[in-house]
């Protein structure tokens, strides 16, 4: 791994940003990696533990490149509130914030419409800075453009086929609809 832009501060210093890139065997050109650091806001839940480790294999070896090792993890229910204020207010959007939710919902059983996920998604939205809740057709439309080039590309075939955007967009609409009730 190379990095290719060194972490950079945004936003008053409250958003750091870096750029690292790698050789991809399987697809065969040079792939990147964002890593975004956010310090807008404190978190509302405990911080857990957890571990990661990589997918990427040694070819020959058929064992994994780097060990597994833990790291600090935010609450799930957290997690999913911040993704869901980003389906739902970022300036650019991204379908990769609505895949996310969408998979919570369908595969890991988040239920978006607990009051007490709807409360920390209405804390999530409070913090300054936030753009209006914006589900109009022309976000639809960006959604829409983005999935082959920024979702099929990073997803596992049958993650992607599985996956359905008028569902996901219509699970968005109704989390605002809630929202606004409470």
Known sequence: ????????????????????EYSSVVAEEVQHIK???GLREEVERPVGKG???????????????LPEFGIPVMAF??????????????????IRD???????VKQLKLNVFEDQFLALVTKKLAVPDNSPIDLSSQRKDILKAQ????LRTVLRENDYDNFNLD???GLAVSIAERLRKV
């Open 51 to 65: 571990k990661i480790r990589t997918l990427l294999q040694d070819a020959f070896k058929k064992t994994t490149v």
């Open 98 to 104: 609505f895949f996310d939710i969408f998979h919570a």
């Open 77 to 94: 229910e957290e997690a999913y509130a911040e993704k869901t204020r980003a389906a739902l207010t970022r300036r650019k959007p991204a």
């Open 35 to 37: 890593i975004e650091i």
């Open 167 to 169: 569902e996901a967009f």
């Open 1 to 20: 791994m190379r990095i290719k832009q060194s972490l950079r501060g945004y936003n008053n210093s409250k958003q750091y940003i870096a750029f690292v």
């Open 147 to 150: 999935m082959g080039m920024e």
